[in-house]
């Protein structure tokens, strides 16, 4: 599967921002799926995930109550709704898949995805 993520910018502190990924090739279905951010100087880390069917989802702490996660299997997109965004959230956003068969896996581990989108820059100014 290739990603393609898009909808990154500059915006004000408390603004809002939605990132959208498109993958192309096999079944978008059956793949787990995960936002990833990275800031300059730092890990990657993760930020959310969300199950093949989108049934269940997990955040980081940091994001919880102000980032979404979801999917449209018909369009083959991932999306993240990123509200109320803080200068910390600053960082290049990446979307990965994994493929599965299970239909309640996920993961919130780098090292588990084995697809990656090329990243879209968030900043957020104060």
């Known amino acids: 599967v290739q990603l393609q993520a898009s909808g990154g910018g500059l915006v004000q502190a408390g603004g809002s921002l939605r990132l959208s990924c498109a993958a192309s090739?096999?079944?978008?279905?059956?793949?787990?799926m995960g936002w990833f951010r990275q800031a300059p100087g730092k890990e990657r880390e993760s930020v959310a995930a969300i199950t093949r069917s989108g049934s269940r989802t997990a955040y980081t702490d940091s994001v919880k109550g102000r980032f979404t996660i979801s999917r449209d299997n018909a369009k083959n997109t991932l999306y993240l709704q990123m509200n109320s965004l803080k200068p910390e959230d600053t960082a290049v956003y990446y979307c990965?898949?994994?493929?599965?068969?299970?239909?309640?896996?996920?993961?919130?581990?780098?090292?588990?995805?084995?697809?990656w989108g090329q990243g879209t820059q968030v900043t957020v100014s104060s």
């Open positions: 990965a898949a994994k493929p599965t068969y299970y239909n309640l896996a996920y993961s919130m581990k780098v090292v588990d995805y084995d697809y």
């Open positions: 090739g096999r079944a978008f279905g059956n793949y787990y």
